[in-house]
């Protein structure tokens, strides 16, 4: 493509590029603590009904003094099916004769039992406090954990279908570093909730920031590299998103409160906020967009930062308009995201895509929300999770040039559901097994999840485009020395004008015919 001739006189890989995933990379890994926040912030600790004999200090009674807690405890909360101290419920009175254990009161009536009317008692050794402990999200309103995450990802889904257009009306810099100020503030908000519905709303800002910040930072990386560097460039990513895993697990473990983790894990994004102002708009977009002069300023600034001392010659106006003629062209006719279901073919390749995308994320995100399912030990969980997926996430790299993309992201998503489906069968108490499936299916997910990355960013639209340009540039140097254009030139100017038309609609048809081809060889 034209535009990648130009990637060659900046620079590919150079000091830019490399300042640039400096600055992009701690924001994917402090953007991932933010995303996984409600594994701890809203862990559940342990849990029990407040009892008055046995959390009352000001109660003194002679006939409770001699017994132990463990047996006020007996006292006063029923056991459940698992014989443990049941976590709903309490004894409306207290059952002295389960003191008795000669087993005299075998044929005893059931005692009465209540909720609990006035809170409950939590296990502060792992946390000190959570949102579950700071506004009682157990028992009948435990649900109210799923709201929250839901509402996180619901605002990641709105950010994602508003996040583009806004990126591409307005450039991806500037977008970028609206959300990053929008979570600091909606993030440090967050930790000062003083009730649920103000955090949830919080919650459901910062998810419309956070997924525009993950789609528009590798964006500016990705358009200022050369196609071949790109796998590289999105693995790299990737990996970066695993190791803002093993952050917050370390984080987590340090501050256990949640109002103190949640600070923590936003203010750096205020850090981050003024360190962007260094980063360079895509000069692609610039130039598309009718601003040519900001977007040679833009390859000049980093073919100045790239050492390249000979580009200032090259780099001219003229030399970009004549290079970039067939995109400016094409970026005449607008375009919607309609225009991606309009052929049979391309409409059969988005929808594919998007149910691959689904088929990965799901399980991804499914394992890794639900740490506490696998022991109580979530820490662990999470920084070992992160460890895994970090090391799988390099696999694509090196599979995909032998084995192929299509059949690489086949394996992969196979051995994602195998592991799930093989973990649906093993019991509850064997544990250990469970948590070696669960870390199997989540390392394959992130490596299909990165293996589906490069897949996406090599066929939409990148192969198509790059595809028609070279068959363009066939047609036009072949013509140079055709009969075509000495006739071209003894034209008249209306007999000009209807050639052009006539050539413009040739290469229309050229690039649907391409474009066919190439889908269906993919």
């Not at 535009?3 to 900046?10: G, K, N, P």
């Not at 809170?119 to 579950?132: A, E, K, L, M």
């Not at 993030?187 to 920031?209: D, M, N, Q, V």
Request: proline share 4%; aromatic share 10%; hydrophobic share 45%.
């Amino acid at each position: 493509m034209a535009f990648q001739e130009l990637l060659d006189q900046v620079g590919d890989l150079g000091k830019y590029q490399i300042l640039q995933m400096v600055l992009i990379f701690p924001t994917l890994m402090m953007l991932l603590c933010q995303i996984f926040l409600e594994n701890f912030t809203a862990a559940i600790p342990g849990h029990r009904c407040w009892v008055n004999i046995l959390d009352n200090d000001t109660v003194s009674d002679n006939d409770t003094e001699i017994l132990s807690p463990d047996a006020l405890l007996r006292i006063s909360i029923p056991m459940d099916s698992d014989l443990r101290p049941d976590k709903c419920h309490r004894f409306i009175h207290p059952q002295w004769q389960l003191l008795h254990v000669n087993g005299t009161f075998t044929n005893m009536t059931e005692p009465d039992k209540e909720t609990c009317l006035d809170g409950w008692v939590y296990d502060q050794s792992s946390f000190p406090s959570t949102i579950i402990t700071e506004w009682d999200l157990v028992c009948s309103y435990q649900s109210q954990k799923s709201v929250v995450q839901f509402l996180f990802m619901t605002g990641m889904l709105v950010g994602g279908l508003i996040g583009g257009h806004l990126s591409d009306r307005f450039g991806r810099k500037l977008i970028l570093r609206w959300c990053l100020l929008q979570l600091t503030i909606f993030g440090t908000s967050a930790a000062f909730a003083p009730t649920f519905l103000i955090y949830c709303l919080l919650r459901f800002l910062s998810g419309c920031a956070s997924v525009i910040i993950l789609i528009n930072g590798p964006l500016l990386i990705i358009e200022w590299i050369r196609p071949s560097s790109k796998v590289m460039a999105i693995t790299l990513m990737s990996c970066a998103l695993s190791l803002g895993q093993m952050i917050l697990g370390g984080l987590a473990f340090l501050f256990r409160g949640w109002r103190t983790l949640q600070l923590v894990v936003s203010v750096p994004f205020l850090v981050i906020f003024f360190s962007s102002r260094w980063l360079v708009e895509p000069a692609r977009w610039l130039i598309i967009n009718n601003k040519p002069e900001e977007g040679l300023k833009a390859l000049r600034k980093v073919a100045h930062i790239n050492g390249m001392k000979n580009a200032g010659d090259i780099l001219t106006m003229e030399g970009l308009r004549s290079s970039m003629q067939d995109e400016l062209e094409a970026a005449q006719t607008k375009t919607t995201v309609c225009d991606l279901f309009c052929t049979p073919d391309l409409r059969k390749r988005i929808c594919l895509l998007l149910f691959v995308r689904f088929a990965t994320i799901v399980p991804f995100y499914g394992i890794t929300i639900n740490l506490q399912h696998f022991g109580s030990n979530i820490f662990l969980f999470q920084v070992v999770f992160g460890a895994l997926t970090a090391l799988v996430r390099c696999l694509p790299l090196l599979v995909q040039n032998h084995m192929g993309r299509r059949t690489t992201q086949t394996v992969f998503m196979f051995l994602v559901g195998l592991s799930i489906l093989a973990n649906t069968f093993v019991p509850q108490e064997m544990q250990t097994l469970r948590v070696a499936l669960a870390s199997a299916g989540i390392s394959f997910a992130a490596a299909s999840s990165t293996s589906f990355s490069i897949h996406l960013i090599e066929l939409i639209p990148t192969v198509l485009s790059k595809e028609f340009s070279r068959k363009v540039k066939e047609i036009n140097s072949s013509v140079k020395n055709d009969k075509s254009l000495r006739y071209f030139q003894e034209l008249t100017g209306e007999e000009k004008e209807n050639y052009e038309r006539k050539t413009k609609y040739r290469n229309f048809l050229l690039y649907l015919q391409t474009s066919k081809k190439i889908l269906l060889e993919n």
